[in-house]
């Protein structure tokens, strides 16, 4: 009997020792789970962490690249508008190259396309009197006549001889319809005696402007509305007061024939074609 008790005491205890062991290994493993749960768990979070920043970053290239877009499509609109301004831009300096081509090209040839205007002017009125001018100045026709056809001295009164000479003239006047025309009277620098009704110089040139406009509208036909009446005295001289030549040259009337510039070079344009012909 104690032989069997001492055989289950050690039975028992041998038992036990097995238990614990395997406990202990147990634990052991349990321990080397749970570190590697634990460190799984961290990398999980922190793989979380890195996918919640890639989201972000993903998110902001996707902003970024619709922006990109927005801002094409703009360029692109700005692009067409901005070739759509230069194109305009090219066209509007072009035309101007252009007129400022022909205006070049007109002042080059100035000295003889003014010289075949005069004489198409002369031609057309049939005036070859010394004392009849006919010139350009800037796009400006002025005809110049001397006074002694004109009237007698110290009078305002045309005489018949200057109707016939204002006949060409009115002939010139009338051929340019959209013209004005200022008849321009000037005098010497020897005073006017009054005469009760012309005070000085300044009414003898006015006076002699406006009785050549009677002529002009009432006998020759030119429509009152192109004619402008002035006077210049003797304050534009075209030479000095010094001797009685000089006088007689001063004593003038001037019509000065005021075109449109378009106009004008049109004229300019005629001439210069009949000069290559």
């Given amino acids: 009997m104690r032989k069997i008790v001492i055989a289950l005491c050690v039975l028992t205890l041998l038992s036990s020792c097995v238990s614990k062991k395997k406990y ?5 493993k349990n321990k080397e789970t749970q570190d590697l749960l634990n460190t799984a768990t961290v990398k999980l979070n922190s793989c979380l962490e890195e996918k919640a920043g890639l989201a972000a970053t993903v998110e902001g290239l996707k902003e970024k690249n619709q922006l990109l877009i927005n801002t094409s499509k703009d360029m692109t ?4 508008k901005g070739a ?12 101007k190259d252009l007129k400022i081509s022909r205006m070049q090209d007109a002042l080059t040839k100035k000295d003889s396309v003014t010289l075949a205007l005069v004489t198409s002017l002369k031609s057309s009125v049939g005036i070859s009197d ?5 010139n350009v100045e800037k796009g400006v026709v002025f005809i110049s ?8 001295s110290g009078s305002y009164e045309v005489t018949d001889k200057a109707k016939a000479v204002l006949a060409k003239v009115a002939k010139v006047v009338n051929d340019k319809p959209d013209f004005e025309c200022m008849v321009e009277g000037h005098t010497d620098n020897v005073p006017y005696r009054s005469n009760g009704v012309l005070l000085d110089n300044w009414d003898l040139s006015v006076k002699r402007s406006t009785s050549i406009i009677r002529v002009l509208t009432n006998d020759l036909g030119v429509k009152p509305a192109q004619l402008i009446a002035a006077g210049r005295s003797s304050y534009v001289p075209l030479v000095e007061n010094d001797t009685p030549e000089n006088r007689s040259k001063n004593r003038r009337t001037r019509i000065v024939v005021l075109p449109k510039i378009d106009q004008f070079y049109d004229m300019i344009e005629k001439e210069m074609k009949k000069q290559q012909q």
């Fill in 77 to 80: 609109v700005l692009t067409t």
């Fill in 24 to 28: 202990t290994d147990l634990e052991a």
């Fill in 84 to 95: 759509e301004n230069i194109e305009k831009a090219l066209e509007t300096i072009k035309e």
């Fill in 130 to 134: 010394p004392d009849i001018e006919i």
């Fill in 145 to 152: 006549i001397a006074d002694k056809l004109l009237f007698k």
